[in-house]
């Protein structure tokens, strides 16, 4: 069965450093996700993506933050200049765009601020 | 606005005797729900979906979900509960308006006891 793919699985980056995540999406969808779980708490949507554009953000989703579909497989995020509060779980998902079809998740990348 | 409310953080259950993971929705519109389960360093995976069609909704590895617009309550259940089990449940709503955005509920950790 496809399935979505993440790396890395850890990323530890200094404060003010910038990094990005990657996601491989399944191939025959087109609507891109990352969501967010910071320790102890719920699981986040940051923002969705739609032929090669942002389709709705959170207000999470600030100005550091930013996506891109750099070629036809990857999805990426990256956060410009990361704080200690970035430390979470990142997780990308892909979909079909239909609110009754469900979004398909990677295993996520753990991401550790110092 | 949609959300979720899962009214157990923690389950604990013996091997082999029933689970019941209780989830209660709020949604202006009919509702897309979900439960996904995460297992220790993985990712979210698709249990079960509902999307109007019939209430009682039959997912994999044995789980069942009863959708019930009197109550509000979209509760997991399974008839006799495994060791391979044991993860954390999270219920989810998709508004079905503007919006495919996931919301989650704060996730029920299942203990599974021999």
């Known amino acids: 069965e496809p399935e979505v793919t993440q790396t890395p699985s850890h990323q530890v980056t200094q404060m003010g450093q910038e990094v990005i995540l990657r996601c491989v999406p399944i191939s025959n969808h087109l609507y891109f996700y990352w969501y967010r779980q910071i320790l102890g708490q719920k699981v986040e949507f940051l923002v969705s993506?739609?032929?090669?554009?942002?389709?709705?953000k959170s207000e999470i989703f600030d100005d550091q933050f930013s996506v891109e579909r750099p070629d036809g497989s990857n999805f990426t995020l990256k956060i410009r200049s990361t704080k200690l509060e970035d430390s979470a779980m990142y997780f990308c998902?892909?979909?079909?765009?239909?609110?009754?079809?469900?979004?398909?998740f990677g295993d996520g990348t753990r991401l550790s601020i110092l | 606005a949609q959300s979720v409310t899962q009214l157990d953080s923690h389950v604990s259950v013996s091997e082999g005797t029933p689970v019941l993971l209780r989830c209660n929705y709020s949604?202006?519109?009919?509702?897309?729900l979900f439960w996904y389960v995460q297992h220790p360093n993985k990712g979210l995976q698709l249990l079960l979906k509902y999307t109007s069609a019939a209430t009682l909704v039959k997912g994999i590895n044995g789980f069942e979900a009863e959708f019930k617009k009197s109550e509000t309550s979209f509760h997991l259940t399974k008839p006799s509960a495994h060791m391979s089990d044991a993860a954390e449940y999270f219920c989810?709503?998709?508004?079905?308006?503007?919006?495919?955005?996931?919301?989650f509920g704060t996730g029920t950790r299942l203990q599974v006891f021999p």
């Open positions: 989810v709503v998709s508004a079905t308006y503007n919006t495919d955005k996931l919301i």
């Open positions: 998902a892909s979909g079909l765009g239909s609110v009754d079809q469900p979004q398909h």
């Open positions: 993506f739609y032929n090669n554009e942002i389709s709705e």
């Open positions: 949604s202006s519109y009919s509702p897309s």
